[in-house]
């Protein structure tokens, strides 16, 4: 479970309180995009994707699942970033779920993704009337932005 949170994490820039609420209906596993289901004043709600080590993961774990949860990680947000800093303790680098978040926001950017579709993947409101009216946010361009940046965290 924590391997596959981590790699959520890292490949989708999903908030700690994101990847506790993921329902296992967010995730269209063909397309590998997240599209949480649930509204907020303060956030957008946008899709985001998970890369093919991720998909790996959340394949072989999802057998562990609990069928009478619907959500993928079935925990809440302290003992997932408790794990995470446990897992961490042997490195030099403290790892909490934060971290994975923005070495997504750093690596996608490294792979030439506009920061405008940086924020959208990582769930920030739209800002300028450019993006708010002109740029296309649409979930299959969001594929193919995600896609061309083939992000890898593993290998």
């Known amino acids: 479970m924590y391997k596959t949170a981590f790699l959520f994490a890292a490949t989708s820039g999903l908030r700690l309180s994101g990847l506790c609420q993921l329902a296992i209906d967010d995730i269209d596993e063909d397309k590998r995009m997240v599209v949480p289901d649930k509204e907020s004043s303060t956030k957008e709600i946008w899709p985001t994707f998970y890369n093919h080590e991720a998909a790996e ?3 072989q774990f999802r057998e562990e699942c609990d069928p009478g949860d619907d959500r993928v990680f079935q925990t809440t947000k302290q003992p997932l970033n408790r794990k995470f800093r446990h897992v961490s303790e042997g490195f030099s680098l403290k790892v909490t779920v934060q971290r994975p978040r923005r070495w ?3 690596a996608v950017s ?12 990582c769930g920030r409101t739209l800002s300028s009337v450019l993006e708010k009216h002109y740029l296309d946010y649409s979930p299959d361009r969001l594929n193919e932005i995600y896609d061309e940046a083939g992000l890898t965290v593993l290998k």
């Open 110 to 121: 490294r792979c030439g993704v506009d920061a405008k579709y940086i924020h959208t993947f």
């Open 104 to 106: 997504f926001a750093t």
């Open 57 to 59: 993961a959340f394949e």
